[in-house]
Protein backbone atom coordinates (compact mmCIF):
# COMPACT_ATOMS: atom_id res chain seq x y z
CA UNK A 1 0.00 0.00 0.00
CA UNK A 2 2.85 2.12 -0.47
CA UNK A 3 2.72 3.31 3.40
CA UNK A 4 6.40 4.55 4.44
CA UNK A 5 8.35 2.17 6.42
CA UNK A 6 8.57 3.98 9.52
CA UNK A 7 6.26 7.12 9.27
CA UNK A 8 3.47 7.44 11.93
CA UNK A 9 0.92 5.85 9.73
CA UNK A 10 2.92 2.85 9.49
CA UNK A 11 3.65 2.55 13.15
CA UNK A 12 -0.59 2.77 13.96
CA UNK A 13 -1.21 0.00 11.32
CA UNK A 14 1.65 -1.79 13.06
CA UNK A 15 -0.02 -1.88 16.16
CA UNK A 16 -3.73 -2.57 15.06
CA UNK A 17 -2.03 -5.35 12.98
CA UNK A 18 -0.64 -6.76 15.80
CA UNK A 19 -3.24 -6.46 18.29
CA UNK A 20 -5.47 -8.19 15.32
CA UNK A 21 -3.12 -11.28 14.70
CA UNK A 22 -2.53 -11.84 18.55
CA UNK A 23 -6.57 -11.68 18.82
CA UNK A 24 -7.25 -14.94 16.63
CA UNK A 25 -6.20 -17.83 18.91
CA UNK A 26 -8.55 -16.15 21.53
CA UNK A 27 -12.14 -17.25 22.64
CA UNK A 28 -14.92 -14.61 20.83
CA UNK A 29 -16.03 -12.75 23.64
CA UNK A 30 -16.55 -9.50 22.90
CA UNK A 31 -16.39 -8.10 26.44
CA UNK A 32 -13.75 -5.24 26.91
CA UNK A 33 -10.23 -6.64 27.89
CA UNK A 34 -10.38 -9.67 26.00
CA UNK A 35 -7.89 -10.13 23.70
CA UNK A 36 -10.59 -10.53 20.69
CA UNK A 37 -12.32 -7.42 22.05
CA UNK A 38 -9.14 -5.70 21.19
CA UNK A 39 -8.60 -7.29 17.79
CA UNK A 40 -12.06 -6.05 16.98
CA UNK A 41 -11.45 -2.66 18.31
CA UNK A 42 -8.13 -2.68 16.01
CA UNK A 43 -9.81 -3.98 12.77
CA UNK A 44 -12.30 -0.87 13.01
CA UNK A 45 -9.34 1.51 13.47
CA UNK A 46 -7.65 -0.31 10.43
CA UNK A 47 -11.22 -0.12 8.31
CA UNK A 48 -10.94 3.88 9.22
CA UNK A 49 -7.34 3.91 8.19
CA UNK A 50 -8.30 2.58 5.15
CA UNK A 51 -11.26 4.58 4.50
CA UNK A 52 -9.31 7.49 4.20
CA UNK A 53 -6.38 6.10 2.48
CA UNK A 54 -9.16 5.16 -0.19
CA UNK A 55 -10.66 8.30 -0.20
CA UNK A 56 -7.72 10.05 -0.92
CA UNK A 57 -6.61 7.89 -4.21
CA UNK A 58 -10.35 8.08 -5.36
CA UNK A 59 -10.49 11.82 -4.78
CA UNK A 60 -7.01 11.83 -6.89
CA UNK A 61 -4.93 13.23 -3.75
CA UNK A 62 -2.58 10.63 -4.11
CA UNK A 63 -1.31 7.86 -6.71
CA UNK A 64 0.52 5.07 -5.81
CA UNK A 65 1.34 2.23 -8.74
CA UNK A 66 0.78 -0.57 -6.08
CA UNK A 67 -2.04 -3.59 -4.80
CA UNK A 68 -4.04 -1.26 -3.35
CA UNK A 69 -4.38 0.93 -6.05
CA UNK A 70 -5.07 -2.16 -8.94
CA UNK A 71 -7.96 -3.70 -6.75
CA UNK A 72 -9.55 0.48 -6.60
CA UNK A 73 -9.18 0.88 -10.49
CA UNK A 74 -10.40 -2.83 -11.11
CA UNK A 75 -13.69 -2.85 -8.28
CA UNK A 76 -14.48 0.93 -8.45
CA UNK A 77 -17.69 2.17 -10.16
CA UNK A 78 -17.55 2.25 -13.92
CA UNK A 79 -14.08 1.03 -13.37
CA UNK A 80 -13.37 -1.74 -16.91
CA UNK A 81 -12.72 -4.62 -14.68
CA UNK A 82 -14.22 -8.18 -15.55
CA UNK A 83 -18.05 -8.62 -16.19
CA UNK A 84 -20.91 -6.60 -14.61
CA UNK A 85 -21.20 -4.41 -11.62
CA UNK A 86 -21.81 -7.36 -9.81
CA UNK A 87 -18.20 -8.81 -9.76
CA UNK A 88 -17.07 -5.84 -8.26
CA UNK A 89 -15.94 -6.07 -4.97
CA UNK A 90 -18.04 -3.64 -2.48
CA UNK A 91 -15.43 -1.26 -0.23
CA UNK A 92 -15.89 -3.42 2.70
CA UNK A 93 -14.86 -6.50 1.06
CA UNK A 94 -11.84 -4.84 -0.70
CA UNK A 95 -11.44 -3.52 2.82
CA UNK A 96 -11.57 -7.00 3.93
CA UNK A 97 -9.54 -8.45 1.27
CA UNK A 98 -6.30 -6.11 2.57
CA UNK A 99 -6.66 -7.24 5.96
CA UNK A 100 -6.81 -11.30 4.69
CA UNK A 101 -3.30 -10.57 2.39
CA UNK A 102 -1.92 -8.87 5.67
CA UNK A 103 -2.71 -11.27 8.34
CA UNK A 104 -2.39 -14.52 5.95
CA UNK A 105 0.41 -13.08 4.52
CA UNK A 106 2.61 -11.49 7.06
CA UNK A 107 3.43 -13.46 10.22
CA UNK A 108 3.07 -16.65 8.62
CA UNK A 109 5.99 -15.31 5.76
CA UNK A 110 7.61 -13.87 8.87
CA UNK A 111 7.66 -17.06 10.96
CA UNK A 112 8.68 -19.52 8.24
CA UNK A 113 12.01 -17.29 7.67
CA UNK A 114 13.07 -17.21 11.89
CA UNK A 115 12.52 -21.16 11.66
CA UNK A 116 14.58 -21.12 8.48
CA UNK A 117 17.51 -19.56 10.14
CA UNK A 118 17.09 -21.82 13.73
CA UNK A 119 17.53 -24.59 11.46
CA UNK A 120 19.97 -24.14 9.66
CA UNK A 121 22.25 -22.52 12.66
CA UNK A 122 21.53 -26.47 13.92
CA UNK A 123 22.41 -28.32 10.92
CA UNK A 124 25.74 -26.74 9.63
CA UNK A 125 25.60 -29.21 7.09
CA UNK A 126 22.55 -28.40 5.17
CA UNK A 127 23.48 -24.55 5.61
CA UNK A 128 26.87 -25.59 4.37
CA UNK A 129 24.79 -27.14 1.48
CA UNK A 130 22.08 -24.34 0.48
CA UNK A 131 24.91 -22.02 0.41
CA UNK A 132 26.86 -23.89 -2.32
CA UNK A 133 23.95 -24.16 -4.47
CA UNK A 134 23.38 -20.08 -3.84
CA UNK A 135 27.35 -19.25 -4.02
CA UNK A 136 27.24 -21.31 -7.72
CA UNK A 137 24.25 -19.28 -8.82
CA UNK A 138 25.87 -16.67 -7.46
CA UNK A 139 29.36 -17.26 -9.34
CA UNK A 140 27.30 -18.43 -12.84
CA UNK A 141 25.94 -14.89 -13.26
CA UNK A 142 26.71 -12.54 -15.46
CA UNK A 143 26.36 -9.07 -14.05
CA UNK A 144 24.13 -7.35 -11.58
CA UNK A 145 23.58 -8.72 -8.01
CA UNK A 146 19.37 -9.20 -8.72
CA UNK A 147 18.08 -12.90 -8.79
CA UNK A 148 16.61 -13.91 -12.05
CA UNK A 149 13.33 -15.72 -12.45
CA UNK A 150 15.21 -18.46 -14.00
CA UNK A 151 17.69 -18.53 -11.27
CA UNK A 152 14.59 -18.49 -8.52
CA UNK A 153 12.97 -21.74 -10.70
CA UNK A 154 16.36 -23.25 -10.43
CA UNK A 155 17.34 -23.75 -6.66
CA UNK A 156 16.36 -27.77 -5.90
CA UNK A 157 17.73 -28.10 -2.91
CA UNK A 158 16.46 -24.17 -1.67
CA UNK A 159 12.83 -25.49 -2.47
CA UNK A 160 13.62 -28.80 -0.34
CA UNK A 161 14.71 -27.04 2.50
CA UNK A 162 12.14 -25.11 2.56
CA UNK A 163 9.64 -27.91 2.52
CA UNK A 164 11.38 -29.44 5.34
CA UNK A 165 11.21 -26.00 7.26
CA UNK A 166 8.10 -26.27 7.02
CA UNK A 167 7.23 -29.62 7.74
CA UNK A 168 9.21 -29.27 11.00
CA UNK A 169 7.49 -25.80 11.82
CA UNK A 170 4.36 -26.28 11.10
CA UNK A 171 3.67 -22.78 11.31
CA UNK A 172 0.10 -23.31 10.84
CA UNK A 173 -0.50 -25.73 13.32
CA UNK A 174 -4.03 -26.24 12.56
CA UNK A 175 -6.84 -25.40 10.07
CA UNK A 176 -10.53 -26.32 9.50
CA UNK A 177 -12.89 -27.73 7.33
CA UNK A 178 -16.64 -28.34 7.34
CA UNK A 179 -17.76 -31.88 6.79
CA UNK A 180 -20.39 -31.58 3.48
CA UNK A 181 -21.63 -34.93 3.85
CA UNK A 182 -21.58 -37.91 6.57
CA UNK A 183 -18.54 -39.54 6.04
CA UNK A 184 -16.28 -42.26 8.40
CA UNK A 185 -12.59 -42.33 8.82
CA UNK A 186 -10.98 -44.80 10.94
CA UNK A 187 -13.87 -46.11 12.25
CA UNK A 188 -15.28 -42.92 13.45
CA UNK A 189 -18.33 -41.09 12.50
CA UNK A 190 -18.11 -37.49 11.36
CA UNK A 191 -21.76 -35.70 10.64
CA UNK A 192 -22.50 -33.27 7.74
CA UNK A 193 -21.49 -29.67 9.31
CA UNK A 194 -19.24 -30.51 11.75
CA UNK A 195 -16.17 -28.59 11.77
CA UNK A 196 -13.12 -30.69 11.43
CA UNK A 197 -9.65 -29.55 12.63
CA UNK A 198 -6.49 -30.84 11.44
CA UNK A 199 -3.49 -31.49 13.79
CA UNK A 200 -1.10 -30.37 11.02
CA UNK A 201 1.72 -30.69 13.89
CA UNK A 202 1.50 -34.55 14.37
CA UNK A 203 0.79 -34.97 10.60
CA UNK A 204 4.10 -33.56 10.05
CA UNK A 205 5.92 -35.70 12.74
CA UNK A 206 4.57 -39.15 11.59
CA UNK A 207 7.39 -41.64 11.94
CA UNK A 208 5.64 -43.55 9.47
CA UNK A 209 5.79 -41.14 6.76
CA UNK A 210 8.60 -38.90 7.85
CA UNK A 211 11.55 -41.45 10.05
CA UNK A 212 12.83 -39.64 12.33
CA UNK A 213 10.58 -37.00 12.30
CA UNK A 214 12.38 -34.46 14.57
CA UNK A 215 15.72 -34.64 12.55
CA UNK A 216 15.86 -31.53 9.79
CA UNK A 217 16.60 -32.90 6.69
CA UNK A 218 15.42 -31.80 3.40
CA UNK A 219 16.59 -34.86 1.53
CA UNK A 220 13.18 -36.78 2.61
CA UNK A 221 11.70 -34.66 -0.08
CA UNK A 222 14.13 -35.98 -2.79
CA UNK A 223 11.38 -38.82 -3.52
CA UNK A 224 7.60 -37.85 -3.61
CA UNK A 225 5.78 -37.85 -0.16
CA UNK A 226 2.63 -39.55 0.25
CA UNK A 227 -0.28 -37.47 -0.20
CA UNK A 228 -1.57 -35.30 2.49
CA UNK A 229 0.98 -35.96 4.41
CA UNK A 230 2.82 -32.47 4.10
CA UNK A 231 0.09 -29.65 4.37
CA UNK A 232 2.47 -27.01 4.84
CA UNK A 233 0.64 -24.85 2.75
CA UNK A 234 -2.42 -26.70 3.45
CA UNK A 235 -4.16 -28.88 0.11
CA UNK A 236 -7.07 -28.79 -2.16
CA UNK A 237 -9.22 -25.80 -3.43
CA UNK A 238 -8.32 -23.50 0.08
CA UNK A 239 -5.02 -24.25 -0.39
CA UNK A 240 -2.74 -20.92 0.61
CA UNK A 241 -3.13 -19.28 -2.81
CA UNK A 242 -0.01 -16.95 -1.58
CA UNK A 243 2.12 -20.07 -1.65
CA UNK A 244 4.41 -19.34 -4.82
CA UNK A 245 4.76 -15.16 -3.32
CA UNK A 246 6.21 -16.96 0.05
CA UNK A 247 8.30 -19.40 -1.74
CA UNK A 248 9.53 -16.81 -3.87
CA UNK A 249 10.52 -14.53 -0.99
CA UNK A 250 11.92 -16.81 1.36
CA UNK A 251 13.93 -18.10 -2.05
CA UNK A 252 14.84 -14.61 -2.34
CA UNK A 253 15.58 -13.97 1.14
CA UNK A 254 18.01 -17.31 1.54
CA UNK A 255 19.89 -16.24 -1.55
CA UNK A 256 20.99 -12.33 -0.17
CA UNK A 257 21.57 -13.61 3.36
CA UNK A 258 23.53 -17.02 2.68
CA UNK A 259 25.67 -15.15 -0.26
CA UNK A 260 26.55 -12.16 2.11
CA UNK A 261 26.45 -12.80 5.82
CA UNK A 262 27.04 -15.41 8.47
CA UNK A 263 25.60 -15.37 11.87
CA UNK A 264 25.46 -16.22 15.40
CA UNK A 265 22.40 -16.88 17.37
CA UNK A 266 22.31 -14.73 20.70
CA UNK A 267 19.63 -16.77 22.82
CA UNK A 268 18.93 -20.38 22.19
CA UNK A 269 15.96 -21.63 22.96
CA UNK A 270 13.29 -24.14 21.91
CA UNK A 271 9.84 -23.80 23.23
CA UNK A 272 7.21 -22.08 21.16
CA UNK A 273 5.10 -19.12 21.34
CA UNK A 274 1.53 -20.17 21.78
CA UNK A 275 -0.21 -18.61 19.25
CA UNK A 276 -1.78 -19.25 15.89
CA UNK A 277 1.09 -18.48 13.69
CA UNK A 278 3.81 -21.00 15.50
CA UNK A 279 7.13 -18.88 16.24
CA UNK A 280 9.88 -19.67 17.71
CA UNK A 281 9.27 -18.02 21.44
CA UNK A 282 11.94 -15.91 21.73
CA UNK A 283 11.86 -14.79 17.67
CA UNK A 284 15.30 -16.15 18.30
CA UNK A 285 17.54 -13.43 17.66
CA UNK A 286 20.52 -13.34 15.75
CA UNK A 287 24.26 -11.23 15.02
CA UNK A 288 24.67 -11.08 10.89
CA UNK A 289 28.41 -9.96 10.10
CA UNK A 290 29.46 -9.73 6.72
CA UNK A 291 30.97 -13.16 5.10
C1 LIG B 1 5.40 -19.27 4.47
C2 LIG B 1 4.31 -18.56 4.33
C3 LIG B 1 2.92 -19.12 4.35
C4 LIG B 1 2.45 -20.28 4.90
C5 LIG B 1 3.24 -21.35 5.66
C6 LIG B 1 1.03 -20.33 4.64
C7 LIG B 1 0.22 -21.40 5.00
C8 LIG B 1 -1.15 -21.43 4.77
C9 LIG B 1 -2.00 -22.54 5.13
C10 LIG B 1 -1.54 -23.84 5.80
C11 LIG B 1 -3.26 -22.20 4.78
C12 LIG B 1 -4.52 -23.08 4.97
C13 LIG B 1 -4.72 -23.87 3.70
C14 LIG B 1 -5.84 -24.87 3.75
O1 LIG B 1 -6.84 -24.67 4.48
O2 LIG B 1 -5.75 -25.92 3.04
C15 LIG B 1 -3.21 -20.87 4.19
C16 LIG B 1 -4.32 -20.18 3.71
C17 LIG B 1 -4.25 -18.91 3.18
N1 LIG B 1 -3.11 -18.19 2.89
FE1 LIG B 1 -1.21 -18.74 3.30
N2 LIG B 1 0.66 -19.21 3.94
C18 LIG B 1 1.79 -18.44 3.75
C19 LIG B 1 1.86 -17.24 3.07
C20 LIG B 1 0.79 -16.57 2.52
C21 LIG B 1 0.88 -15.34 1.76
C22 LIG B 1 2.19 -14.61 1.43
C23 LIG B 1 -0.41 -14.98 1.44
C24 LIG B 1 -0.91 -13.80 0.68
C25 LIG B 1 -0.23 -12.74 0.37
C26 LIG B 1 -1.29 -16.00 1.99
C27 LIG B 1 -2.66 -15.98 1.89
C28 LIG B 1 -3.48 -16.98 2.34
C29 LIG B 1 -4.95 -16.92 2.28
C30 LIG B 1 -5.79 -15.73 1.75
C31 LIG B 1 -5.42 -18.13 2.80
C32 LIG B 1 -6.88 -18.58 2.95
C33 LIG B 1 -7.27 -19.36 1.70
C34 LIG B 1 -8.69 -19.86 1.75
O3 LIG B 1 -9.24 -20.13 2.83
O4 LIG B 1 -9.28 -20.06 0.66
N3 LIG B 1 -0.53 -16.96 2.62
N4 LIG B 1 -1.92 -20.45 4.18
Known amino acids: MSLEPTGEEQQKFRANFKLISSSFASLPLKIPGTAFYRGIKARDRMYAMLNSIIYNRRSGNSFQQDFLESLIMKHGKGA ?22 LVAGHDTTTSALTWLIKFLEENPAVLDKLREEHLEIQANRKGGTNLTWSEVNNMPYTAKVINETLRRATVLPWFSRKASEDFKIDGYKIKKGWSINLD ?18 PSRFDAPIKPFSFLGFGSGPRMCPGMNLAKLEISIFIHHLLCRYKWTTLEK ?23
Do not use: C, W
Not at 80 to 101: A, F, V
Open 200 to 217: VVSIHHDPQVFPNPYNFD
Open 80 to 101: DGEGSEDNKLTDTQLKDNILTL
Open 269 to 291: DDSVQPTLVRMPRNKYPIVAEPL
